[in-house]
């Protein structure tokens, strides 16, 4: 299965900035996922990105707070725009490594503190 | 709308006890339920079941599903400290190809 990296793995950001995680992929994915974890809970899909065509957002999921870019087949971007506290969150990215299973790998994950 | 519910949310244990983590699903055109853990921040996966009746196993860890009862089943047995973690649910359809997942258990093992 292809390997993710992600970075930054963690930040402590200001109310107000925007933030911008990515993540490479060592060979090519079709799709890539894009996730939330806040404190306590669970995994939160927030969009599919796509490469050659716009992200597709889940509902609650915005792209002015959310924007998404997909480049090529082995990389993509999330920025967090306007940080809140309420935006503290794990942010996962991730790939179907099997288009049969629908099994997902991660990277190794952001945290994020917004302050 | 497609959801995924586990239960217990959280269970505390001790080392050598056998726990029982539970999943139960509503989600169109399902194609595969699959269990993860997670200690940091990247969940590991642990299995995937597509079939019902059909026991996976590694280790002390196992898995079945009941695709007629919608749900599925992880067991752990003679539990360890390292087995303290975050236990995630999470089923695929093959309509949308995304994976949704239930609100994990909380597993701690004490010594």
């Known amino acids: 299965s292809a390997v993710i990296s992600q970075k930054p793995s963690r930040d402590i950001c200001q109310r107000g900035t925007s933030l911008t995680i990515q993540c490479q992929v060592d060979?090519?994915?079709?799709?890539m996922f894009w996730y939330r974890q806040q404190p306590g809970q669970s995994l939160t899909l927030i969009a599919t990105?796509?490469?050659?065509?716009?992200?597709?957002?889940e509902s609650g999921f915005v792209i002015d707070k959310f924007p998404i870019s997909r480049p090529n087949l082995t990389f993509s971007t999330l920025t967090v725009s306007n940080m809140s506290p309420e935006d503290s969150s794990i942010y996962l990215c991730?790939?179907?490594?099997?288009?049969?299973?629908?099994?997902?790998?991660f990277g190794e994950g952001s945290r994020l503190t917004v302050l | 709308e497609d959801k995924v519910v586990q239960s217990p949310l959280s269970l505390v244990v001790h080392e050598g006890d056998t726990v029982t983590l539970n999943c139960s699903y509503e989600?169109?055109?399902?194609?595969?339920l699959l269990w993860y853990k997670q200690e940091k921040k990247a969940p590991t996966f642990l299995f995937m079941l597509?079939?019902?009746?059909i026991e996976k196993k590694s280790g002390r860890l196992s898995s079945i599903l009941d695709k007629k009862e919608l749900s599925s089943i992880l067991n752990i047995t003679a539990t360890q400290t390292g087995d303290s973690a975050i236990y995630l649910c999470?089923?695929?359809?093959?309509?949308?190809?995304?994976?949704?997942f239930g609100q994990g258990t909380t597993l701690q093992v004490k010594p």
């Open positions: 990105a796509n490469q050659g065509s716009e992200a597709t957002y």
């Open positions: 597509t079939s019902s009746g």
């Open positions: 991730s790939h179907s490594g099997n288009k049969n299973t629908g099994e997902l790998f």
């Open positions: 999470a089923v695929g359809s093959s309509n949308t190809g995304k994976l949704i």
């Open positions: 060979s090519q994915v079709t799709m």
């Open positions: 989600v169109t055109n399902f194609r595969s």
